[in-house]
């Protein structure tokens, strides 16, 4: 072990990605295009021929630093969800506004409630400014909203919400995390990270841009990760009242979102078909995969998400051991013992032909 650095850094576990495909190809002898990845929850269109348009023409822009204050594209943002653009934050991906809250808004030894099964990086961005984290136990593989009230505790500043949740794929309806909202003290900063937001069906949307007028401790976190089909670039932003807003500004790194980041966000949020389509085929391949796991007798949580989470025996080496075996056919999904969950795999929504090379190595690697 190092002797460098608080004991709290050091006992940080690194976050596992997704294998890229080159490592794949390197490791089982594969040809590149022959690899399937459906691991990181990544948009199977790809980037939009809008936002690589937009890119093209900022290019020219790069020897200079970017716009600190990402001028436009908070004003494209204010349009669209209808709030002050002093009520935005822009982040080098949602993670940086993860990470820009709990250094925020959370010292030392303080406390940050989340879910069990939640995403990873609430657990890592707690650790990073040496925080106890809270960990609630799951209820029905989600959120125990409930739980996770009374779990708040003195020392508690900081909430994570993860709707819909990633890897599990739960949906925390409205009034469900209204109520919660009511409960929360006014000292306690809640983060509602809605990543998966866009691929919701319309009866399930519902305005919490706009509960940032209501409730002065929430903030709205969304990315240009995964509907949008912008992973590789890095830009996030969150939603709060100025307060809020102004804190998490302190803490921002002043050009955290680069110039072909924002050019590129920009487009892709007027790019209302490439949503359209990327909908439509996530929800095609939810069935065909669901449809698959169904016929396989597979267990599966329901998901709201880009993603399916099913489990593939009932040992605990089953998560690796069948992970292992669709890598050697070129498939790269992602194993998630290091959420406690080591009998299931994540698989991402693909196109119609990549869920089903994934369907049919799935049939062989159960054998
Ligand atoms: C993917 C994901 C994010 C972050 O993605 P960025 O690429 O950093 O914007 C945040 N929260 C959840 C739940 C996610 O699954």
Do not use: C
Not at 99 to 127: C, M
Not at 163 to 168: G, L, V
Not at 327 to 332: E, M, S
């Amino acid at each position: 072990m190092s002797q460098f650095g608080p004991d709290y850094v050091r006992a940080i576990a690194p976050y596992q990605a997704g294998k890229p495909i080159s490592e794949v190809a390197r490791e089982f002898g594969l040809d590149e295009a022959s690899i399937v990845k459906l691991a990181s929850n990544e948009n199977p269109f790809g980037i939009p021929e809008s936002a690589k348009a937009a890119m093209a023409a900022a290019a020219a822009e790069l020897g200079r630093y970017p716009d600190a204050n990402g001028f436009e594209l908070k004003a494209a943002l204010a349009k669209r969800y209808d709030v002050p653009a002093d009520w935005i934050t822009l982040g080098n991906g949602s993670n940086d506004i993860l990470e820009i809250a709990a250094h925020a808004f959370v010292q030392k030894g303080q406390a940050v409630v989340y879910a069990q099964y939640s995403f990873a990086v609430y657990a890592l961005a707690t650790q990073g400014v040496g925080a106890r984290g809270i960990v609630v136990p799951a209820r029905n593989y989600g959120h125990d909203l409930d739980a996770m009230a009374a779990a708040i505790d003195a020392d508690t500043r900081l909430v994570y919400i993860a709707n819909p949740n990633n890897p599990t794929g739960t949906f925390i309806s409205a009034p469900e995390i209204e109520a919660f909202l009511a409960k929360v003290p006014a000292s306690v900063v809640v983060v509602l990270d809605e990543a998966y937001n866009e691929y919701l069906e319309q009866k399930d949307q519902f305005e919490s841009t706009q509960w940032v007028r209501k409730y002065p401790n929430l903030i709205v976190s969304r990315t240009f990760s995964k509907a949008y089909g912008l992973a590789g670039l890095r830009v996030g932003f969150a939603i709060a009242q100025p307060a809020v807003t102004d804190l998490m500004n302190r803490i921002r790194q002043p050009f955290n979102v680069n110039s072909l980041a924002q050019a590129a966000a920009i487009a892709a949020l007027n790019d209302k078909e490439f949503l359209r389509k990327g909908a439509e085929n996530n929800r095609a391949g939810y069935r065909q995969l669901t449809a698959a796991f169904d016929e396989l007798k597979l267990e599966y949580v329901p998901s709201y998400g880009n993603f399916v989470l099913v489990k593939v025996g009932d040992d605990d080496g089953a998560g690796a051991r069948v992970n292992l075996a669709l890598l050697k056919q070129g498939v790269i999904v992602r194993p998630v013992g290091a959420y406690g969950l080591p009998q299931w795999l994540r698989i991402s929504i693909g196109l119609p032909e990549e869920n089903a090379r994934f369907v049919e190595a799935l049939e062989k690697a159960l054998g």
